[in-house]
């Protein structure tokens, strides 16, 4: 019988991968140094009641925000010749938030529901950077996911939270489609669990009586501390705890309640984690295909349709659960799109965008301004930013550490805190 290494990790899923600076790293198996002896997953219970819990969705492909939180007084926006034009959403269809100036995509009736009976939907609007005004898709998630401009920092924001709030922790973040770049750390690994049910060794007794086993032995200690043999034992211990402890989570119950698109499969695994206990603050999903330089009319109310049903069906699982008050997500892309449409029913690359917060702990209402849309206040035809991306970065952190210097720390200087949160 032969075992290759595509057909296991195809089956066991990529427990963990190596920390940023690591001088050893394989795909299963990450040496964290005598910083992982501080917090073993064996020493580690679920996060208490009340600790803040992240749920990052990555909207990857610079999402249309002015279609998706719409001004309908705004004229600019529907004119045909420096507007969204044709791709503009009529304002017989925008979903009214109240009594706010701006309405939402027809496509997101849940979050427009959410907005009126919880009144925990936070939108930041404007938001981007002025630094370098980046076009790029690569460029742009770069700076977002390092929350840097200057090249001080090589790893992740929530990677550099997590070293501060979870050093040594095989739990401190879970990514769901891959190593996230955000959740990278010095002292932490990253726990990518592609699905929670799958996440498991599939091998026979043969393996299991003998390969599997001694890599177990491997990870019972005894090997000297402070040696690269004790640091790869302590590794060897979390990864199979942490496989057991991922594969224990699968509940039919909870997958059951999610349709069958890409984000609700993902926030399915996520739901699942938050359930049984896993003491992760922080979980990545992400979303593609918002890049949407053509048929923008078709291809937007899809993703928006998906995005809205999944976090609904995500809301319905965690509001039912003791983590209600816990859990928020957040929604983001790397930049907004042109506000005039192209030939192609669809809008370039732009800048200024809009950012949704929602969940346990969050005021509801819109903050921050809207960027100028008129020709003369935008730059090549981008609206520009009016709340730098870091100050959202600031609030989540600030109440993820529960202190208003953690952004401080974490960013390398201060930042606004948009006071979105309760505490």
Same mark, same amino acid.
């Given at each position: ?28 198996? +990450? ?21 803040? $819990? *992240? ?14 939180? $719409? !001004? ?46 919880? /009144? ?52 401190? +973040?879970? +990514? ?6 955000? *959740? ?51 590794? $060897? ?43 992760? /603050? ?33 809301? !319905? ?21 042109? /506000? ?10 732009? /800048? ?54 953690? +952004? !401080? ?10 006071? $979105?949160?309760?505490?």
């Amino acid at each position: 019988m032969t075992l290759t290494r595509r057909h296991f990790l195809a089956h066991s899923g990529l427990v963990t991968v190596a920390v940023a600076g690591a001088r050893l790293g394989l795909d299963v198996f +990450s040496p964290l140094g005598e910083a992982a002896g501080a917090a073993t997953l064996r020493s580690l219970g679920p996060l208490a009641l009340g600790t803040p $819990i *992240l749920v990052l969705i990555d909207m990857q492909g610079g999402s249309d925000a002015t279609n998706m939180l $719409i !001004n309908p007084n705004d004229l600019w926006y529907y004119d045909v010749a420096q507007g969204h034009g044709s791709i503009a959403i009529q304002e017989s269809a925008i979903l009214p938030l109240g009594n706010a100036s701006h309405g939402l995509h027809p496509s997101m009736p849940w979050l427009a529901s959410r907005w009126t009976s919880n /009144q925990d939907v936070a939108f930041v609007l404007g938001t981007g950077e002025n630094v370098v005004h980046e076009f790029s898709h690569f460029a742009a998630m770069h700076y977002r996911q390092v929350a840097d401009f200057t090249g001080s920092f090589d790893t992740g924001w929530l990677g550099r939270f997590n070293d501060l709030a979870a050093a040594g922790s095989p739990f401190a +973040s879970v +990514s769901i489609s891959g190593l996230h770049p955000a *959740l990278v750390g010095t002292k932490t690994p990253v726990l990518t669990v592609p699905q929670v049910a799958y996440f498991d060794f599939n091998v026979d007794w043969r393996w299991e009586e003998g390969w599997l086993s001694a890599w177990r032995a491997m990870g019972r200690g005894g090997a000297p501390r402070r040696t690269m043999t004790h640091s790869a034992e302590l590794a $060897i211990a979390d990864t199979f705890d942490a496989q057991s402890k991922v594969f224990a989570a699968s509940s039919d119950a909870v997958a059951a309640g999610f349709d069958s698109s890409d984000v609700g499969q993902q926030l399915a695994q996520v739901a699942m984690l938050i359930e049984a206990g896993i003491p992760s /603050q922080t979980y990545v999903v992400t979303i593609g295909g918002f890049d949407t330089h053509g048929d923008e009319d078709t291809a937007q109310p899809a993703l928006l349709g998906q995005l809205d049903a999944a976090l609904g069906e995500f809301f !319905n699982v965690i509001g039912a659960g003791p983590r209600s008050k816990d859990v928020f997500v957040y929604a983001t892309s790397e930049f907004g799109r042109q /506000q005039t449409a192209n030939g192609s029913a669809g809008c370039d690359h732009g /800048q200024a965008g809009v950012d949704i917060i929602v969940g346990g702990g969050v005021h509801g209402g819109l903050y921050g301004h809207a960027p100028a849309t008129a020709p003369k206040a935008r730059l090549d035809d981008a609206l520009v930013p009016t709340v730098d991306f870091r100050s959202v970065y600031a609030t989540i952190l600030n109440h993820l550490g529960r202190s208003a210097a953690t +952004s !401080n720390h974490v960013l390398g200087r201060h930042f606004e805190d948009l006071g $979105i949160f309760a505490t």
